[in-house]
């Protein structure tokens, strides 16, 4: 995934099925500029991890 489609994902109204390490995630920000995004797996919201949105897919 590129840093505008994550940042048009985190901003939605609308849930998005994205994964990350085969695990469903919620995109919580994006930083266009480094190409990264703070995330959480759905079912562990307070585990917050900054990934390169590289490795998000949206299924």
Known sequence: ???????EISRSQVMANVTCNGRQVYIEHVDQQNSTATIHPLDEPNNKQNVDVS????Q
């Open 1 to 7: 995934m590129d840093a505008k489609r994550a940042q």
């Open 55 to 58: 490795s998000l897919i949206e």
